[in-house]
């Protein structure tokens, strides 16, 4: 199976961009779905998108508009486009990655993963 590494955190003011990468080992990315997650203090982990191993996406309203999540199979790499940030973005971000046989499933919950990163944090000042 895959093993994740994102990169990309750090401190970003309100209104800027960062890029999150997450690369994966291995030689069949292609057939993994996968998502990023993040876990803001003292709260639980949640979805921030998904990508189906075909290509497909998902956005829950907090992100829509402003993150783009995309991939590149060549690369083995997964990536994270975060725009128009905000203090409530703060969180550790982390990349997960599940085995699928469907290209056009997405999986939005965090038990739905069995491979994750180790996380790269985030932090937006205001």
């Known amino acids: 199976q895959v093993q994740l590494v994102e990169s990309g955190g750090g401190l970003v003011q309100a209104g800027g961009s960062l890029r999150l990468s997450c690369a994966a080992s291995?030689?069949?990315?292609?057939?993994?779905?996968m998502g990023w997650f993040r876990q803001p203090p003292g709260k639980e982990r949640e979805l921030v998108t998904a990508?189906?191993?075909?290509?497909?996406?998902y956005y829950p309203d907090s992100v829509k508009g402003r993150f783009t999540i995309s991939r590149d199979n060549a690369k083995n790499t997964l990536y994270l486009q975060m725009n128009s940030l905000k203090p409530e973005d703060t969180a550790v971000y982390y990349c997960?990655?599940?085995?699928?046989?469907?290209?056009?499933?997405?999986?939005?919950?965090?038990?739905?993963?069995?491979?994750w990163g180790q996380g790269t944090q985030v932090t937006v000042s205001s």
């Open positions: 997960a990655a599940r085995r699928t046989y469907s290209s056009s499933r997405g999986y939005y919950g965090s038990s739905d993963y069995n491979i």
């Open positions: 291995g030689r069949t990315f292609n057939t993994y779905a």
């Open positions: 990508i189906s191993s075909g290509g497909g996406t």
